[in-house]
């Protein structure tokens, strides 16, 4: 299997098992043939048996083919009628009984790079600690609709150590790790970094045992085709935990034509909402200046319109909760001054992670927020009022509730009815 690779396989196989990977393919195939005959750890074979099959995706080979691996260069196998045997078509590479005219005019398809530049969109509630298997491209190998891809990962001693310490018993007496196996799948796309993209009709095995995905979501149309949300998938529960045995993955999907995906295999810290909000604050309070500025460019009188904006209306109340403020947070890209509560905001997206703006609708991703300045100051300074008004130099001031300016109109209108009351007995007096 190892002679029949070509350079690129080879290298892989070697950075895999940690050995130099530069030189040319003769230097390449003397390191690999050295690794196979000294010391050939499992996890190294099931790599070998991997790249084989996705260099001749279409055959199988048999005991006697396999037989053929041990023989000396030039050594007729046993019951051949001479040195000259034919060698089985299973050790040939496909398109090799052809010809070179037939190669050429089939034009077969360029193939995929096996690890492509491919970076996943960094996740805020998980912390990567590792990189268990780099971006992989999950090419199609056939013509078949439906297809197949198995890989292989190992855990380190310290990371096998890293997730059994990290095991934490939940209410309801349920079990679950902060450090887990993370499974992503993504477009095959190197522009810019991927999100979470589930390839169709997706099904995962994990050391023969299938894997639970996210649930389908209801289709928005008649007749259209469910699909589940993409998401990373949790393995830990199903991964060896142990250092001598390989992790396997056996991925089936459909294939679509000119599309191709990724998949890639992470150790993460999963962090809580209460942790992203202390990273918020480490930031540090965005300037109060920030927001006075943009008032004053909202406030500022346009020439061409003819309606002239001198004050601004905001809400200390959450659009999310209803509830005053406690933590005033906006995305640098959001163009209101209307703030949410920082902490209600990363509770709902630890549930149900779509980050976005509860004001403006628009995406309002974690490293984008910001804590504001002028609002803290507000919220310190003002106890008793749930809105204020900002004036054109950027100065604000709190707005009396409803209730309590009908109770002031009402009161006033009273006091007037009585004195209107007193004159006239007054008069009537006189």
């Known amino acids: 299997m190892v002679m029949s690779f070509r350079v690129s396989e080879l290298q892989v196989l070697l950075g895999f098992a940690g050995r130099n990977k530069s030189g040319r393919k003769h230097e390449l195939l003397a390191k690999a043939l050295h690794l196979l005959k000294s010391s050939c750890a499992p996890s190294v074979q099931m790599k070998i048996k991997e790249l084989y099959r996705r260099r001749f995706p279409r055959k199988t080979l048999g005991p006697s083919d396999l037989s053929l691996l041990s023989l000396p260069p030039g050594t007729p196998p ?11 078509p299973a050790l040939l590479a496909p398109g090799t009984l052809l010809g070179p005219k037939r190669e050429v005019d089939m034009h077969p398809p360029l193939p995929q790079p096996v690890h492509p530049d491919v970076t996943m969109k960094p996740l805020p509630f998980y912390e990567v600690y590792g990189e268990l298997i780099r971006p992989t491209t999950l090419a199609s190998t056939s013509s078949q609709r439906f297809e197949e891809a198995h890989f292989t990962f190992a855990l380190t001693p310290q990371q096998v150590q890293q997730i059994l310490t990290s095991r934490e018993v939940l209410p309801g007496a349920k079990c679950d790790y902060t450090i887990q196996v993370q499974l992503r799948f993504c477009l095959c796309e190197t522009s810019c970094p991927q999100e979470d993209y589930f390839p169709p009709n997706l099904f995962v095995k994990v050391n023969g045992k299938l894997c639970p995905l996210p649930g389908y979501l209801p289709p928005t149309k008649n007749g259209a085709e469910p699909k589940r949300p993409s998401r990373p998938i949790n393995i830990t529960p199903l991964a060896r935990l142990s250092a001598t045995v390989p992790n396997t993955i056996v991925v089936n999907w459909s294939s679509e034509f000119g599309r191709n995906y990724s998949l890639s295999v992470y150790l993460v810290r999963q962090l809580t909402a209460g942790t992203l909000l202390q990273k918020l604050r480490a930031k540090g309070i965005r300037n109060p200046d920030h927001s006075r500025a943009l008032i004053k460019e909202k406030l500022t009188a346009d020439p061409d319109s003819e309606v002239a904006t001198t004050s601004l209306r905001v809400s200390l109340m959450c659009p999310l909760g209803k509830m005053r403020l406690t933590v005033p947070c906006r995305a640098l890209t959001c163009a209101h001054l209307q703030s949410f509560d920082a902490a209600l905001y990363l509770q709902m997206n630890e549930k149900k992670p779509t980050w976005t703006c509860p004001v403006c609708d628009k ?13 803290m100051e507000i919220l310190n300074s003002c106890s008793d009022c749930d809105e204020i008004q900002f004036m054109e130099d950027g100065s604000w001031c709190p707005m009396k509730p409803k209730k309590e300016a009908s109770e002031a109109s009402s009161t006033a209108q009273s006091k007037r009815a009585i004195l209107q009351r007193i004159r006239r007995r007054s008069k009537l007096l006189t």
């Open 363 to 375: 995406k309002a991703p974690y490293d984008s927020l910001i804590i504001d300045g002028l609002f």
């Open 78 to 88: 046993v019951g051949s009628p001479g040195p000259l045997a034919p060698i089985p």
